[in-house]
């Protein structure tokens, strides 16, 4: 029997890494330089301003819930802006004083005093230029996200319970245990001034982002946390003004770092503490950063792409030789927002250098007396949204942060304490994200965030951390261990069901109930699972062979209940016959086939490109390899898988096509033998004709659910038909209709367009200089232009699909194109006699491509005895397949 493991390729090398002149980045990469020369647009002026009116006040929260000189939170928010902001590698991610960091600081204040925690920032600050010197950025976030968002909600719900204290008039307890214990306490001697300014903050935090209409439009682009913190100290000033405010000291009072004092252990674990949290929260924020940008909306994500002006540039299909440009009048829609040449994807951060960055700044801001500095969600979400195109906005909020720490000290001193906490507790509450919670439930991870949550509340940080690495390796191997036996007797036959892994554990209990069946019955093994090391493969295989030789028979399903092949007659049958498009690459060249207990993985998604290929992203790049063991086929999903051997992941086209050769001749020519046979002694007899385009992405097969003699199928560029006798024509087109009307005797012909489509895209671009000499592909597209005139012209109505207009100028013609091209159709002599003679039906046909959505034209228009014409859905429940087709009368 066989299964299918995954395995690296073993070209490893540089060489399979794409060119740095090829525009590709792999993920996590560096961006290419845009010279060196700093430039400051009026887009990062702008947001520079909006995240500094931002961080002011959650520097100075955050200095307050982890009782440190409040001169410290502004001083990492400037360091952090200019120095990781010049340095880093996400240039629109925003640094300052750690919010995740707010419980560990706050302790080690408490426990060795604010001059030792600066030495261990400045500690934690080389460690983290360690790690980034040896690239470890990326295998930081190897970590399960249910221990990083649960370690993140744990330091959420510390920061809330201690800012609670502060939001009611007292002071926070050490931990968030004491914390939550001396809530009723604090209740009972609670003055009204301090909840109620907390009240009114935390009010204007909600409120500010819905206030509908213009004025709400207009008042949004100020920060709501400017606007809470204004709001509630302007009520403070004149209905509380013996309520507790920021208090700034002395500039000659600040206090530098000394030589740390304490046990060595302590203080180690206490640097790799303030590292790897601050090291987290940087690197999540910058894949948020990575997200945010890579929006279309946004000014960064358009100037990181380019589309290239040249006149051949293929666009989503083959064909396509001109760049489209909006159709103008012609399109229902406005303008098509098509663009030309292929879109190179957004740049990503370099995790790397963000980590460095992240270093430098730490250490900087512990020499002169800072807080711990790492890159923020919120302040680097506020950046991008505010417009940010590039570096300069986080560099010049840090001046400005800086220029305020000398000049607005007065100003900063009329702020309540209450207010502040109130702020800092809503940052808190928001680290507690419901869209993880959904997330890792969905993924069956609660415990694990469960238990980290529990142990950072209980026990602080590191040991929470360690408690859910704990659990998630004992959940990993419980899902691994655990294994489920049925048998069921059927009389004649035994149905034995083994659900989950096989690994050694479960293989005393397997020889067990194998070895109870009776020796010369039937039994067939269900084996549900993904993997299958070598022992349990050496116990059914010696049990299968034991059996058998005492007159039994065994056969070895899958989940689906599809035969799994022995290996005498099909020793590579881990792949789907039916299916070549669906990541087979079964019969791709390992050096040497891998062990048995490797586990049976899904392949990296992958995304189909204008010619066929397939681009994978951000996984390792990999690919199925057959090997012997009676574990069942495991079916990767939909995609090739992107390998070493050229920089977008393919293979050489003749290795390709030798290789997928040899797998027609082991998986599917056994299969298919038999029927081609009948059909080659019978001749063919479709009973459809089916004009479609070239493009790589239409399956004709696939979509029609037809196979070997069904379909008599004429593919060209754009799904043309050229009128008979027409100038330039092409009788190949015309010579199919005549062989497959009148010889073949077929009862319909289809015409099926699709989107996207590159030859309809040409004709709405730019036409070539009359004096210059037509090229074989303008010749050809000449025949579409009675599309273009038909979609152009006042006579016709547009055709649509049910229930939407069309979204672009580009759909609009694909589906004006496959009523032209009947109309076509209809002209041609044979064409027209069968259609008189009632015994021929013609067919529109519309494929989308990115909804894997078919639809059809209605039957008047079909017939051209209908104006609107309309394509309607087909749905899952309608009848399929190209018989059906004609005997539905669709």
């Not at 027209?832 to 529109?844: D, K, S, Y």
Request: charged share 15%; glycine share 10%.
């Amino acid at each position: 029997m066989s299964a299918c493991v995954p395995t690296r390729h073993n070209h490893t090398s540089r060489s399979s890494r794409p060119p740095r002149a090829s525009g590709v980045k792999r993920p996590h990469s560096p961006p290419p330089p845009r010279g060196g020369r700093f430039h400051i647009s009026g887009a990062d002026l702008s947001a520079s301003i909006t995240v500094f009116l931002l961080a002011v006040p959650m520097s100075l929260g955050l200095a307050v819930a982890m009782d440190a000189p409040l001169e410290a939170g502004l001083i990492s928010a400037a360091i952090g802006g200019i120095v990781a902001g010049l340095l880093g590698g996400t240039p629109l991610q925003v640094s300052g004083p750690s919010a995740g960091l707010t419980v560990v600081t706050a302790e080690l204040i408490q426990v060795y005093g604010w001059r030792t925690t600066c030495a261990i920032t400045i500690g934690a600050g080389l460690l983290q230029i360690l790690l980034g010197s040896l690239r470890a950025a990326r295998s930081a976030l190897a970590v399960s996200p249910a221990i990083v968002h649960g370690t993140l909600a744990g330091i959420g719900v510390a920061i809330a319970l201690a800012q609670l204290h502060i939001v009611l008039g007292g002071s926070p307890q050490s931990s968030a245990v004491a914390n939550a214990l001396a809530l009723p306490e604090q209740l009972d001697r609670v003055s009204p001034a301090a909840p109620l300014i907390g009240l009114l903050t935390i009010a204007v935090l909600a409120l500010w982002p819905r206030i509908p209409g213009r004025i709400g439009s207009g008042v949004r682009r100020i920060p709501a946390a400017l606007a809470a913190v204004v709001t509630a100290t302007a009520v403070a000033a004149t209905a509380a003004p013996g309520i507790a405010r920021v208090d700034l000291p002395s500039w000659r009072s600040h206090a530098l770092p000394e030589m740390p004092h304490g046990p060595v252990l302590a203080l180690a674990t206490a640097v790799f503490t303030v590292m790897l949290v601050a090291s987290l929260e940087s690197l999540l924020a910058a894949v948020a950063v990575d997200k945010l940008s890579a929006a279309p909306s946004h000014p960064a994500a358009a100037s990181h792409t380019t589309a290239p002006s040249h006149p051949a540039a293929p666009s989503h299909s083959a064909p396509a030789s001109a760049p489209a440009t909006p159709s103008g009048p012609s399109s229902p829609a406005g303008s098509a927002g098509s663009t030309a040449g292929p879109t190179l994807p957004a740049r990503r951060s370099d995790l790397d250098r963000e980590l460095r960055a992240q270093g430098i700044a730490n250490t900087l801001s512990g020499l002169v007396g800072g807080l711990a500095v790492s890159g923020g969600a919120v302040r680097s979400s506020a950046n991008v949204r505010a417009g940010a195109t590039g570096r300069a906005s986080t560099v010049l909020h840090g001046v400005w942060v800086l220029l305020a720490t000398g000049l607005l000290v007065t100003v900063l001193e009329w702020i309540p304490l209450a207010a502040l906490a109130a702020l800092v507790m809503m940052v808190g509450i928001k680290m507690v994200s419901f869209a993880h919670i959904r997330n890792v439930h969905k993924h069956r991870e609660v415990l694990v965030y469960g238990a980290t949550i529990t142990g950072v509340i209980l026990f602080g940080v590191l040991k929470g951390v360690v408690i859910g690495i704990a659990v998630a390796v004992a959940v990993a191997l419980h899902r691994l261990a655990r294994t489920r036996i049925t048998v069921t007797d059927h009389g004649e036959q035994h149905l034995v069901v083994v659900t989950g892994q096989l690994t050694f554990l479960a293989v005393p209990r397997l020889s067990r109930t194998l070895g109870q069946l009776p020796e010369d019955s039937d039994v067939v093994v269900e084996l549900d699972g993904f993997f299958m090391d070598h022992a349990a493969y050496e116990a059914i295989q010696d049990w299968s062979t034991t059996h058998t030789a005492h007159g039994g028979r065994v056969v070895f399903t899958g989940r689906s209940g599809g035969r799994i092949a022995e290996p005498a007659s099909a020793g590579h049958s881990c792949c789907r016959p039916w299916t070549p498009w669906r990541n087979h690459h079964c019969h791709d060249e390992p050096d040497s086939a891998p062990e048995a207990g490797h586990f049976i993985g899904r392949s990296t998604e992958a995304h189909p490109g204008a010619d066929g290929i397939d681009t994978s992203q951000d996984t390792p790049h990999k690919a199925s390899t057959c090997v012997s063991g009676p574990a069942p086929a495991v079916h990767p999903s939909p995609g090739r898988v992107a390998g070493p051997h050229s920089p977008t992941g393919r293979r050489p086209g003749g290795n390709r096509l030798i290789s997928g050769l040899s797998s027609f001749q082991r998986n599917t020519a056994p299969l298919v033998r038999d029927e081609l046979a009948r059909l080659a002694a019978e001749g063919q007899r479709p009973s459809q004709l089916f004009i479609t385009c070239a493009d790589s992405r239409l399956v004709t097969s696939m979509i029609t659910a037809s196979g070997p003699g069904d379909l008599f199928t004429v593919r060209n560029i754009g799904n043309l038909v050229p009128l008979p006798n027409a100038e330039s024509g092409d009788d190949s087109v015309g010579a199919a209709i005549e062989y497959a009307v009148d010889v073949l005797k077929v009862e319909s012909i289809t015409v099926c367009g699709h989107s996207g489509c590159g030859a309809m895209q040409a004709l709405l671009g730019t036409r070539p200089e009359p004096s210059a000499p037509p090229t074989s592909l303008w010749r050809w597209l000449r025949h579409g232009l009675p599309s273009l005139e038909r979609m152009a012209s006042r006579h016709h109505t547009w055709a649509r699909i049910s229930g939407r207009l069309p979204t672009d100028a580009l759909e609009q013609l694909c589906l004006t194109n496959v009523v032209q091209q009947l109309d076509h159709l209809r002209a041609h002599e044979s064409v027209a006699r069968r259609l008189a003679e009632g015994t021929l039906r013609l067919h529109g046909m519309y494929f989308h491509v990115g909804e894997a959505q078919a639809y059809l034209l209605t039957e008047g228009a079909s017939s051209g005895l209908e104006l609107d014409e309309v394509f309607d859905r087909v749905g899952p429940g309608e009848p399929s397949g190209p018989g059906e087709l004609e005997r539905s009368g669709v």
